[in-house]
Structure formats: C-alpha cells, structure tokens
C-alpha cells in the first residue's frame, strides 16, 4: 500500500513539473513572492506596491519622550498596522494615523488607525486592518501618534 502512494506521489512530482512548462497557468493561490534583483532587468524599477512587511522606529516628537515601533505586515489580502510604544504621559487613547509626506515636513492624514489605548506605565498599543487598496504606496507616508491634545508626540516614516 506505501508503494502505491509513493508512485502516485512521484507521478504527480513529475506532471506538475510538466505542465507549468507548457502553459498551464499556476495556481492563483500560489504565492510567488516578489521578483528577486537579479531577476529585474537593469533600469527597469520593481513593481510598486504596499510593503509585504517593513517595522517603523517611532521616534519622540519635541522631547515627549514617547517612542516605539509600529509594524505593517501584509497578512491575507490586508495589510494589519500594529503600533508599540512606551513614554506616554498617562492611561487614554491617543490618535493614531498614516500621514501623507514625512516626519520632518508633516503632511495630512491618509489613514486613521485605532487610537493607541495608553496603560498607567506608560505603554500603549494599537492594531488596526486595512485594505491594501486605501493608500497609495507610491508617495511617501508616516506613522504618528498624537497626545490628547493632538499634538505629534512620536513619528516614523515609512521605508520599505
């Protein structure tokens, strides 16, 4: 009975093979991945699109001492945003958004994001899900975190 299942196996091994290499098209479910650099021509850019995953150092925003990490992570078709940070100067909520621009030159909100709930010590998180379609990776965006009074009081931008 193994040997059986072990032919049935090696054949499938072989077909697959085979019928990729005649034009058959691949499983849509199949996850090629990003084209590595070699397989790019020279001069020629990767396509544009959302991270599959980059981590963003929250830096203090004049001296509030609230720093941290946010994450986007492509996860199923969305991309889920999780945002760590420590400082913060009391238990709340505090707006949480991707901004269009940069830390440094500032810009409008693209995105908002669940608020960061704040804890007595002085951490805070959040996690929001977003389609990958409502910001446009092509331009140049930012995390940021803002106090209760919506002041910037931590900021990263967003390198893939």
């Given at each position: ?54 981590m963003i150092p929250l830096n203090p925003v004049d001296d509030s001492g609230v720093s941290g990490d946010a994450m ?69 965006l930012f995390v940021q975190v803002h106090g209760e009074a919506g002041e910037p009081i931590a900021c990263g931008d967003?390198?893939?």
């Amino acid at each position: 009975m193994e040997f059986a299942r072990f032919q049935s196996l090696m054949a499938s091994a072989l077909v697959i093979p085979f019928l990729v290499a005649c034009g058959e098209p691949p499983d849509p479910d199949l996850d090629l991945g990003e084209p590595a650099a070699e397989d790019i021509a020279p001069g020629q850019e990767t396509p544009a699109g959302p991270p599959a995953h980059v981590m963003i150092p929250l830096n203090p925003v004049d001296d509030s001492g609230v720093s941290g990490d946010a994450m986007l992570m492509q996860d199923q078709g969305a991309m889920l945003v999780t945002v760590d940070v420590t400082g913060l100067p009391a238990e709340g909520e505090y707006p949480t958004h991707i901004h269009e621009g940069t830390c440094l030159e500032g810009g409008p909100v693209a995105e908002p994001l669940s608020h960061v709930a704040g804890m007595e010590d002085g951490s805070g998180s959040s996690t929001t899900t977003l389609a990958l379609d409502v910001l446009d990776w092509n331009q140049a965006l930012f995390v940021q975190v803002h106090g209760e009074a919506g002041e910037p009081i931590a900021c990263g931008d967003i390198v893939e």
